[in-house]
C-alpha cells in the first residue's frame, strides 16, 4: 500500500504509479535483508555486530599493553593505569577539558567477566533495537547514552569508570519506550520484560563485592528512554524524518571517529611521560 496516496501497488514498484510517490522497502526486507559475508554476520544486526567487535578489539588492546607493562594477570583484571591512559572516564582529567572521555569509556572494560556479560546484554537488546529502529537511530541511541550515562556519572563521583552497559541501559530504556508508546500485549511483555532486567542490574549494582556504576547505569537509561520517545519508529524512506536522523546518525559516527582520535593523542602523551 503506497503510504502517500493508499492505494494498492506491488510489492516491486519503487515509485507509486498513481501519485509517484518514492515507496520504501517492506518491513520484512528492511528488518530482514540478505545477510553479509555470505551469512556470518546477519543485515539487521550488523551494527551491534560491530560494536561488539570494537569492544573487543579494544580489550585486547589494553590486555596486552597492561601484560607488557608488568600485570600478568591482566586478562582478568586490568589496572587503573591503563584504563585511564585509554580513555576511561576520570572526573579531574574531564575538569581538565577532557570531554572525549565521556564517549570512550563506553568502548573499554575492566576484565573477562564484565567483557563477556557486556557482550552477550549487548548481541541481545542491541539486535531487537536494531531491527525495530534501524541502524542509524540505534546508533544515536547508543551513543548519546553512553554520554548521558558517563556525564551523570562524573557528577556523582570523580572515580574511575568504564564499560558498555551505560549504552546498553540506554538500549533498555529504548526498548522500555517502545513498550510504554505501543498500548498491546506485546507491548506490555516487552516493557515488562526490560523493567525486571533494569530491577536486577540495579539491585546487583547494590550489592557489596560488586563495583558497579549505578550512576552510568541511570544515566544512560534515562537519556534512551528520553530520547526513544521522542523519536517514534521508522517513517517511509526519504522522508524528513529520516534524512534527519541520517544526518545524526553520521554526526554521531564523527564525534565517536573524533573522541578516539583524541583518545590516541592522549595516550601518546601520556605514553611519553
Not at 39 to 67: C, D, K
Not at 134 to 151: D, K, N, Q, S
Request: hydrophobic share 50%; proline share 4%.
Amino acid at each position: 500500500m503506497c503510504p502517500q496516496c493508499r492505494a494498492f501497488i506491488t510489492t516491486k514498484d519503487k515509485i507509486c504509479p498513481y501519485c509517484n510517490e518514492p515507496v520504501a522497502p517492506r518491513a520484512i526486507d528492511r528488518r530482514n535483508p540478505s545477510p553479509i559475508l555470505g551469512g556470518l554476520i546477519p543485515h539487521a544486526r550488523f551494527l551491534t555486530v560491530m560494536i561488539s567487535t570494537i569492544n573487543a578489539g579494544m580489550y585486547l588492546i589494553t590486555v596486552l599493553y597492561s601484560m607488557r607493562a608488568g600485570n600478568s594477570s591482566a586478562l582478568m583484571g586490568l589496572d587503573t593505569r591503563t584504563l585511564v591512559m585509554f580513555g576511561a572516564k576520570f572526573g579531574p582529567a574531564i575538569q581538565l577539558g577532557q570531554w572525549w572521555r565521556l564517549l570512550t569509556a563506553g568502548y573499554l572494560h575492566g576484565g573477562l567477566f564484565h567483557i563477556f556479560m557486556n557482550s552477550w546484554v549487548l548481541l541481545d537488546v542491541g539486535a531487537q533495537v536494531e531491527e525495530l529502529y534501524g541502524a542509524g537511530r540505534m546508533f544515536v541511541f547508543y551513543t548519546l547514552a553512553t554520554i548521558g550515562g558517563f556525564y551523570l556519572s562524573f557528577l556523582w563521583s570523580p572515580g574511575v569508570s568504564i564499560g558498555a552497559s551505560a549504552g546498553i541501559l540506554g538500549l533498555i530504556g529504548v526498548m522500555i519506550a517502545w513498550g510504554t508508546a505501543h498500548r498491546s500485549a506485546i507491548g506490555d511483555a516487552v516493557r515488562g520484560q526490560y523493567v525486571r532486567w533494569v530491577i536486577y542490574m540495579l539491585i546487583i549494582g547494590l550489592l557489596p563485592g560488586f563495583n558497579v556504576d549505578n550512576a552510568a547505569h541511570v544515566g544512560g537509561l534515562a537519556t534512551g528512554f528520553g530520547i526513544a520517545w521522542l523519536a517514534g519508529t521508522q517513517r517511509y524512506e526519504g522522508s524528513p524524518v529520516e534524512k534527519l536522523w541520517k544526518v545524526a546518525a553520521g554526526f554521531c559516527i564523527l564525534l565517536t571517529a573524533a573522541c578516539f582520535v583524541e583518545m590516541y593523542l592522549s595516550f601518546s602523551q601520556f605514553a611519553q611521560q
